[in-house]
């Protein structure tokens, strides 16, 4: 019955399963069921005791107490205890499930009897200062939520295992973690001449641009193409026109975890948010797209959207793209380089330098060894990477 898959078991009950149905009933009180089977097995073993004392007595005289005990010992252990129970282990469903219909009716004949007792032993537990009620021991945390998932081998194509372990992570990830760089946003700039405006809006690929004045921290909004569109149809495309059409602009913390984020999204109706610091400066934008993409990976596979900041070498070392992020570089290559950190190779570079190289260098961030390739306009264009064996590190 102990052995039992409890998330299985409710799977089973909930199906209406008559077995499950009334396993699950017991267990929802484990000291009732543990004190019925105790009282049946030990009112069974002192019987059997006393019955083969009194046999071997009989037989061979006083000496036929130890021959009894001996005896019987060897005859419990090995086809009352050990066997039985180690076959009830390995297959606990076939075992329990017929168990419990005869349990369920012995509980309520014998509830008297099991009540007294575990009233005297709950009495024992307090005086001792043990609580016989808490949590349910049998609720997941998100790590052990992911180990199941890991571990669950075949039962789970590897398909959904990875969409599965994306939802987990969502609460471990920010925003600042997944958002496009403010030196990488694509936006309309009004300070700019009306013929390079246009020029930028028939070339782009994306649906949504910010519009700002000058400086990108100072956003008028957001210019969907299909509001474009319509200004092109009416041959009134200017700057007054498309501040005009824009949509209020919708900032976000950069600490906002990932969860949250797509919650807030929903909410908002929105798909594109301004990520913002402390201090209100514009560090990026994250799009419902960027966050999808945790879950589902990647949804692009347009050669210009693919991600080719990682290229494998034929020695096993790998040429990288100094701005590429360290998570990415973690699941693309299943590596563990630290993230609690720069979110980028060349930030965790120069942090653990303390200092901009001046010239390339080599050096081993935990079992990596790095080596930078360029480093211009103060960072680090490219570096080489190398996964050290564990062994290697000593």
Known sequence: MMSLNRYRLKHLAKNNHPGARKASRLLERPDRLIGLILIGNNFVNILASAIATVIAVRIWGDAGIAIATGGLTLV?????????????????????????????????????????INMITNGIFRMLGIKTSGEDSHNLSTEELRTIVNEAGALIPQRNQSMLLGVLELNDVTVNDIMIPRNEVEGIDLDQDMEKILDQLSQTRHTRLPVYEGDINQICGVLHMRNLAQLIQTGKVTKAAITAVVHEPYFVPESTPLHTQLMNFQKQSRRIGIVVDEYGDVEGIVTLEDILEEIVGEMSHDEAQTNQDVHPQDDGSYIIDGQAYVREINKSLSWELPTNGPKTLNGLIIETLESLPEGNVCMQVDHYRMETLQISENTIKTVRVVALEREDED
């Not at 066997?83 to 012995?106: D, N, V």
């Open 76 to 116: 419990i252990l090995i086809f009352a205890e050990v066997t039985p129970k180690t076959l009830a282990a390995m297959h606990p469903e076939k075992i329990a499930f017929p168990a419990a219909l005869l349990l369920l009716p012995l509980l309520k004949l014998f509830y008297p009897l099991v009540f007294i």
